[in-house]
């Protein structure tokens, strides 16, 4: 019975390998298509082939979109949920997995401690400085194609050059304040099969939603600025009320970065932990913003983050239906350090 038990486990271990460096793989295959986004490479031979390829009577025009951006992610996520129902029937056994990066212990240990960023381990500084890195490559490659065509641009426009620069730098700002939208959502979904996949936690990911959050609202903020000062300058200051059906809704972006900013004032420490209350329902504009973040670009162009919204409203939807199981509280105390105990049923009915 034992040799039986323990032929079983190896087989779901196998199993759960395989699928966990598939995800791998999956995952570095959409890195590097991220790394390859900012250039004239992509853009003028990778996503016309793609394009031709998904141009269909199902997808039309978004077909490349939603393959490239949503499907690999929604994959992963679908793996993943494979992997921990394997997870469980290995605790059947009493074995555990040891699959998984974040299994090396040296590198999850505090670095950091102290900072303004809180507690940050190798890994996390690791991949903060790559993160980096690759916004400020992003934010170079876009302006070097634009800067490159720039005083054709201006005399197609008959703008400046100058002006022709600050609408560039505008929208290059928006495209890579797009990447920190892209990761925004993930950590926030508290039963997220992709977060357990690499051994992170909800609690524990919450501060990346912060980080990516800031760094989000300041490139929007400039890109919307950037906007502003080039309409004025350029006296076409009557595109902020410019609602097109086809192409960029100017209306649409100013609201969805009015209700970012609002979100944003309230993450002020002075806010949040003073009243919390303010905080927590400002937050739920995140509906407006993501809502008119999809006028404001068009279906095709929000797919880069749907994704990740897409698994984000399914963990809430989970956490509505578990918020509606009705416990029994057992006692109730007032620790010696003046903390509350609570004991509740283990069993929902007990």
């Not at 990447?179 to 959502?185: A, D, G, S």
């Amino acid at each position: 019975m034992e040799s039986e038990k323990s032929g079983c486990s190896r087989g779901v271990e196998f199993v759960q390998r395989g699928i966990w460096w598939f995800s791998i793989l999956i995952f570095l295959g959409y890195i590097v298509l991220w790394i390859m986004v900012p250039t004239n490479t992509f853009y003028q031979h990778w996503l016309p082939a793609i394009q031709a390829t998904t141009d269909s009577i199902y997808f039309g025009k978004q077909g490349a979109s939603i393959l490239v951006y949503i499907f690999p992610i929604l994959l992963i996520a679908t793996l993943a949920s494979l992997y921990l129902h394997l997870e469980c029937k290995r605790s059947d056994y009493n074995t555990q997995s040891k699959v998984g990066f974040f299994g090396l212990v040296s590198w999850k240990k505090p670095l950091l401690v102290n900072g303004s960023l809180g507690i940050i381990s190798l890994t996390e500084l690791s991949l903060i400085f790559m993160f980096l890195l690759y916004l400020i490559w992003s934010l170079y490659s876009y302006l070097h194609d634009w800067f490159q065509q720039v005083t054709l641009l201006a005399a197609n426009e008959r703008d400046q050059v100058w002006e022709a620069k600050l609408e560039g730098s505008a929208l290059a700002l928006g495209l890579v304040g797009n990447i920190c939208l892209v990761f925004l959502f993930f950590p926030v979904s508290r039963v997220s099969s992709i977060l357990q996949l690499v051994g992170l936690t909800s609690e524990g990911s919450i501060k990346y939603h912060i980080w990516l959050g800031h760094t989000a609202m300041v490139l929007f903020t400039a890109h919307g600025i950037c906007y502003i000062i080039f309409w004025d300058k350029s006296h076409q200051i009557s595109e902020m009320l410019m609602w097109k059906k086809v192409g960029i809704s100017n209306v649409a972006g100013e609201v969805a970065l009015l209700a970012g900013l609002v979100m944003w004032a309230t993450t002020l420490p002075l806010i949040r932990q003073k009243v919390y209350e303010l905080f927590f329902y400002t937050h739920q504009l995140y509906i407006v913003f993501v809502v008119f973040y999809v006028l404001h670009v068009g279906f095709s162009s929000s797919c880069v983050f749907l994704a990740g919204f897409y698994l984000f409203l399914i963990d809430r939807y989970l956490r509505f239906l578990q918020s509606q199981q009705k416990i029994q509280l057992v006692s109730a105390r007032i620790l010696p350090c003046e903390a509350v105990e609570l004991n509740f049923s283990k069993n929902p009915g007990a």
